[in-house]
């Protein structure tokens, strides 16, 4: 008896497997595909990707005109690369009152938001600061390389 309730477990066992297989990898991917949300999501983190590469290398070309010395570049960076951790801790421990407060969709949106308008301001603050003061930085850059 025992033995006959061993292999019926065995089989049920075994069905089970053949009916939930996983699915292929195209399977997944065609029902990721079928998902606006998802697809928008691929987008967005594709976007973001992008814009931050754009903006960091921007950011650090403008921050080497105002720390020329690569210690004192260096020792910006490792200041920035403190409070991003800091920054990222805090809002790892925020997020569940975020998601509460602003919902799924609002905390998604957060990251493109705080990129057009942080973008925005640097990039404007840039273009003032080229209009006032470039001639002066390529004459000072100028004159530091001595004659040509």
């Known amino acids: 008896s025992s033995s006959s309730s061993s ?22 991917l065609k029902v990721l595909g079928n998902s606006l949300e998802i697809r928008c999501l691929a987008i967005m983190s594709l976007a973001q990707g992008l814009c931050n590469s754009l903006m960091e290398f921007a950011w650090k070309c403008h921050m080497r005109i105002l720390y020329p010395s690569p210690a004192d570049f260096t020792a910006f960076l490792g200041d920035v690369a403190t409070w991003s951790g800091v920054v990222t801790g805090a809002l790892m421990l925020l997020s569940p009152l975020l998601f509460d407060r602003w919902g799924w969709r609002g905390v998604a949106n957060a990251t493109p938001n705080i990129f057009l308008f942080g973008g925005s301001a640097f990039f404007v603050t840039c273009i003032v600061y080229q209009h006032m003061f470039g ?8 004159a530091a390389a001595g004659p040509a």
Do not use: H, M
């Open 7 to 28: 292999s019926s477990s065995s089989s049920a066992s075994s069905k089970d497997r053949q009916n939930s297989r996983q699915p292929s990898a195209w399977d997944s």
């Open 135 to 142: 001639a002066a930085v390529a004459a000072g850059g100028a």
